[in-house]
């Protein structure tokens, strides 16, 4: 029997609504194996641990500061160093330029498309999918559902084999979903041109440092499997 790899997608987002008064919006995903996962689990918990922290703690971008620094930007070397983990991100710069009556969209349906776009680059024919979100709010069942159905249509996965799962998890329960928060934090921070944190800094400096000047800002190339980011551009909206 054939074997098709499956992997693990831990999903994030950053500012997605639309009325909440920050131009810039972001979405990202970690991709792991599913084989690989505990193992990169563990890693992280030992980190943790090796930085005086509990490996309850739960890593997030609104808790980076100096005191945790040093732990913060292990967590970057860990995430560059596995070979099993690639980010894959989505920002769009300004959504005060977004024209949805134009494209006869709701924000929401829009929402939706941009998922896509984002998580497209990732998806391969021969591999099976189970994508994690991140526990947002109470509505998040009827738009974890809405998801996957967009998801699994619009690859033309009408049995869903290809997307196995679209499921919300909490944040605190997965060290994969925390290192896609605080990825995403940093494509936000770097995109909004802050320099409000010494620390948040910091990490955005050691990605640029490790990556390139303009892995943050930039689209990448196509052959950027990493670290790879599309800025999106209202001119884009038709796609």
């Known amino acids: 029997m054939t074997h098709i790899p499956l992997y693990n997608v831990y999903c ?3 500012c997605h609504l639309e009325h909440d008064g920050v131009p810039v919006m972001a979405w990202g995903a970690i991709t792991c194996p599913k084989s690989a996962v505990r193992n990169v689990a563990e890693k992280i918990r030992t980190l943790k641990m090796s930085h005086g ?4 703690f739960e890593a997030k971008w609104t808790k980076i500061s100096p005191a945790k620094l040093s732990f913060y930007l292990g967590l970057i070397d860990l995430f560059l160093s596995e070979d099993c983990l690639n ?6 710069p300004d959504k005060q330029v977004l024209d949805h009556s ?3 969209q709701s924000h929401n349906d829009w929402y939706y498309k941009m998922y896509f776009v984002m998580l497209r ?9 189970c994508i994690y ?3 947002k709010d109470t509505c998040g069942g009827p738009k974890t559902r809405k998801l996957h159905e967009v998801l699994a249509n619009t690859l ?8 196995q799962r679209v499921q919300q998890i909490r944040s605190h329960e997965s060290e994969l979903l925390q290192i896609t928060d605080i990825l995403i934090g940093a494509l936000t921070y ?3 041109g802050l320099k409000t944190s010494q620390a948040k800094s910091a990490i955005v400096t050691k990605i640029q440092t490790r990556l390139g000047t303009n892995a943050l800002n930039c689209t990448s190339s196509f052959s950027a499997t990493k670290f790879n980011i599309l800025v999106w551009r209202a001119r884009e909206m038709a796609e």
Do not use: P
Request: some cysteine.
């Open 53 to 56: 922290l509990s490996t309850k």
């Open 156 to 163: 033309h996965d009408f049995n869903q084999q290809t997307i």
């Open 12 to 14: 994030d987002e950053s």
């Open 102 to 104: 134009r494209f006869d």
């Open 133 to 135: 979100l991140d526990i």
């Open 121 to 129: 680059h990732i998806f391969c024919a021969q591999h099976r999918y």
């Open 87 to 92: 980010f894959r991100g989505l920002v769009v």
């Open 190 to 192: 770097a995109n909004r």
